[in-house]
């Protein structure tokens, strides 16, 4: 059972910077994609971006485009988000899926982290 642990979170001013990281453990081999969402209180879920075909390809949803950089470290089994000019519609809790198969849709994601809050104020 793959199990994923985020951190890198907390309080940052309006223009800021943060850097989420995702532990990944329990998989057998590499994983073949993973990624980030977040969901704001009483929004639904939105995805932020994404690696796949095992480190082959990223993409970025629209929302945080330009101002995020997804990465993984192999060795470590760990996959970074470095988010810059961070906004208050930035705050959000980030949540760091992944599959072996596929992450083109969050609900044919089987792993999923507890979350991370990031707040960022005016």
């Known amino acids: 059972q793959v199990q994923l642990v985020e951190s890198g979170g907390g309080s940052v001013q309006a223009g800021g910077s943060l850097t989420l990281s995702c532990a990944a453990s329990g998989s057998e081999k590499r994983l073949y994609c993973w990624g980030w969402f977040r969901q704001a209180p009483g929004e639904e879920r939105e995805w932020v971006a994404t690696?796949?075909?095992?480190?082959?390809?990223?993409i970025y949803g629209d929302s945080m485009k330009g101002r995020t950089t997804i990465s993984e470290d192999i060795a470590k089994n760990t996959l970074h988000l470095q988010m810059n000019s961070l906004r208050p519609e930035d705050t959000a809790m980030y949540y760091c899926?992944?599959?072996?198969?596929?992450?083109?849709?969050?609900?044919?994601?089987?792993?999923w982290g507890q979350g991370t809050q990031v707040t960022v104020s005016s």
């Open positions: 690696i796949y075909g095992r480190g082959r390809h990223t």
């Open positions: 899926a992944a599959d072996d198969r596929s992450c083109a849709a969050s609900s044919e994601i089987n792993y």
